[in-house]
């Protein structure tokens, strides 16, 4: 079994072990993520691809954080300290999206307001449909071109380049240039009622708006 594969099995069976928990069967899982009875069954069994944006959703909707998914041992409820180093053994693995790949790279305890995340698309990857969610994030190409779609508009971002959203605002992301694309995402949730709650609210996955026009990066326009 390759590693990605064994990651996609052990990630299907704590998402089941905490639907479990919870007393939920997965038509009651579907109904409170939006996301399909089907969908879910096959990303239990390690049948289909995990994105940020589903993930979000699902652990918001179990009342756990995305630390639950992926930690072997008990960490706190909320972060303190956490380093991530660039080279060597990585403590977070590598998720397999449609697309893109995706790694986390700090937040997830129960009560983070903020996650970070590593995405990686290769030559004309793209996420295959708009997302939106609660709360705000900001976005950082490390390398390679990327075309950052929000509503019905499309931010071209090179190298160096950023772009911070409402992540109520529909948004995805793909490849523009000819090699590697990464780019580093720092996403903060809405705090429930003004206190620390759970990870995330719901978010909904909406289909690719019509009528989709260039723009110009934010760099640009202040040049």
């Excluded at 499309?154 to 160096?160: D, E, F, P, Q, W």
């Amino acid at each position: 079994m390759t590693r990605e594969a064994q990651i996609a099995r052990e990630l299907g069976e704590r998402l089941r072990s905490a639907r479990l928990a919870n007393g939920l069967t997965l038509a009651a899982l579907a109904a409170r993520t939006g996301l399909s009875e089907a969908f879910l069954s096959r990303l239990e069994r390690a049948q289909a691809a995990a994105s940020v944006a589903n993930l979000i959703e699902i652990t918001d909707a179990l009342g756990i954080g995305m630390d639950a998914l992926f930690a072997e041992d008990k960490r706190p409820q909320r972060t303190s300290v956490a380093v991530h180093r660039g080279k060597g053994k990585a403590s977070q693995p590598m998720i397999e999206a449609q697309g893109y790949r995706w790694q986390r790279l700090g937040g997830g305890a129960p009560r983070d307001r903020l996650g970070a995340f590593l995405l990686t698309f290769d030559k004309g990857g793209k996420m295959p449909a708009m997302v939106s969610h609660a709360g705000q994030e900001y976005c950082a190409v490390l390398s390679g071109e990327i075309d950052f779609h929000v509503g019905h508009e499309v931010h071209r971002l090179r190298a160096g380049d950023g772009i911070f959203i409402s992540s109520t605002l529909p948004h995805r992301v793909e490849n523009a240039g000819t090699g590697v694309a990464r780019l580093l995402m720092a996403a903060a949730h809405e705090p429930h009622d003004g206190e620390g709650g759970e990870w995330w609210e719901p978010g909904i996955v909406v289909r690719k708006p019509q009528g989709v026009t260039k723009t110009k990066s934010i760099l640009e326009d202040a040049t």
